[in-house]
């Protein structure tokens, strides 16, 4: 019979929200049909069946976090039976792998093997208490025992409100809001809201990559409002705090002269009004920047496990800004595209982004990143590297001011600074500093974009 899992929809994903069931258990479904809403870092998207039959069994329920590759539910066919489902779902073996540490004796991988029923076997160890589990003995996703590992929670103190009494992330949250189940020094846990002794960071967190933060309560102050983070603004602090505390940054800043960039982009845009084309200032900067990256290809690079991974084909991805966080859909190949190419896609890549439209392939896999906050009036500023990516490219807005021509005359000018984030184990300044001179001489002749 076939399974509904959770899909995979990014590289770092490890788990997803379901938020709502779009078809009710018992009804039927046809392949391609909208079954679920489920939610991501990045995205919220419509779960399509991906086979014919009835919807026979939801296992997940809504607003349940649910690790990658694990059921939510069956499609049960013709002459099919609709299979038990133990507690937690395909997790019972690794559960079973783990209970020799979790539990100290080894029962739980005992009881499994000779077919006991998990659930029987809990409530005859903690003498049929499912919430207490005193023993140690519980069910929870490998992020849900991070975030409590992270945050010196005992999870056996925490009563489950996932199917069969499985801890899910809310469970966690809300002990880590009421302060209690704190671990103290020697393991154990405190249930009565007493915060335990400040303890080193947790190893876990070391080997991620970044030092959780030690967080003041809300004060709940008149006045106050208390607003929970979603789960993508949760993933970019994640990522951009690990990638400022591990990457070496480096900055180069360029002023640009756009006036016969402007001058060109206001000639092309007539000749394309027909075509329903408008480019804006920012494909001329994301074209410059990939035609520059053919004289530093070390700037388009992504920094691995096994070294630098050098890329011939620019993959470019552009931030745009959504109410909820940030998402950086990528134009693939830029450097072969022409101008009137990259507006088009950039601006149905940022319209699908904001409707929470993309598929993961379309913001993955980038090799260098622009960011433009030109649009908001911002005169210079500097961005965050992306990783495993080299750099990235900030964009701040055009102002006039007087510039001296060819003949040391004073005359307006359209100026526009762009700056450079690169990573210093990849490239070094002067790597940083030609690439950036050389983006500046693309944009100052801008009938380079053309060839």
Avoid at 71 to 78: L, N
Avoid at 323 to 330: A, R
Wanted: glycine share 10%.
């Amino acid at each position: 019979m076939p399974e509904v899992i959770m899909p995979k929809m990014g590289d770092a994903m490890e788990e997803g929200t379901l938020l709502q069931w779009l078809k009710s258990e018992g009804e039927e479904v046809s392949e391609g049909d909208p079954i679920a809403e489920i939610e991501t870092d990045k995205v919220t998207m419509e779960l399509e069946a991906e086979d014919a039959g009835t919807l026979a069994q939801l296992i997940a329920s809504e607003g349940q976090d649910v690790p990658v590759g694990e059921a939510i539910a069956f499609i049960q066919g013709e002459g099919e039976e609709v299979p038990e489902v133990s507690e937690g779902g395909g997790e019972a073996e690794d559960e079973a792998e783990e209970g020799g540490e979790e539990d100290g004796g080894g029962a739980q991988a005992t009881a499994t093997e000779t077919g006991a029923p998990e659930e029987e076997e809990t409530e005859e160890e903690t003498g049929g208490q499912t919430d207490g589990r005193a023993d140690g003995h519980f069910r929870a996703s490998p992020i849900v025992r991070r975030l409590a590992e992270e945050n010196d929670l005992d999870l056996a103190k925490i009563d489950g409100s996932g199917p069969a009494g499985r801890i899910v992330e809310r469970d966690v949250r809300g002990a880590m809001e009421s302060g209690t189940a704190q671990r103290t020094e020697d393991g154990a846990a405190q249930e009565d809201g007493v915060a335990a002794p400040e303890q080193a960071q947790p190893q876990q967190a070391e080997m991620q990559g970044f030092q959780p933060a030690r967080l003041p309560e809300p004060t709940e102050e008149p006045g106050t409002q208390l607003v929970e983070p979603t789960r993508m603004m949760q993933v970019i602090g994640e990522r951009m705090t690990e990638a400022q505390q591990h990457i070496p940054h480096f900055y180069a800043t360029v002023e640009v002269r756009m006036d016969a960039a402007m001058a060109l982009r206001k000639q092309l845009n007539e000749q394309l009004e027909e075509e329903g084309v408008k480019l804006s200032v920012n494909d001329f900067v994301m074209k410059a920047c990939a035609v520059a990256l053919r004289s530093y290809p070390n700037l388009n690079a992504l920094y691995t496990t096994r070294g630098v991974e050098l890329h011939e084909k620019v993959d470019m991805a552009m931030a745009v800004a959504l109410d909820q966080g940030l998402i950086t859909p990528v134009i693939r190949d830029i450097g072969s595209k022409g101008l009137a190419a990259i507006s088009q896609e950039s601006k149905d890549l940022a319209t699908r982004a904001r409707d929470g439209k993309l598929q993961p392939d379309e913001y993955q896999g980038g090799t260098i990143t622009v960011s433009n906050m030109g649009m908001f009036g911002i005169e210079s500023f500097t961005a965050i590297i992306n990783p495993p990516q080299a750099a990235i490219v900030a964009v701040s807005s055009i102002a006039k001011r007087p510039d001296y021509d060819e003949n040391g005359q004073v005359v307006p000018a359209s100026m526009m600074k762009l700056t450079l984030s690169a990573d210093h184990r990849i490239a070094n300044g002067r790597d940083g500093a030609l690439y950036m001179a050389e983006v500046k001489r693309v944009l100052e002749n801008p009938v380079m974009l053309m060839v």
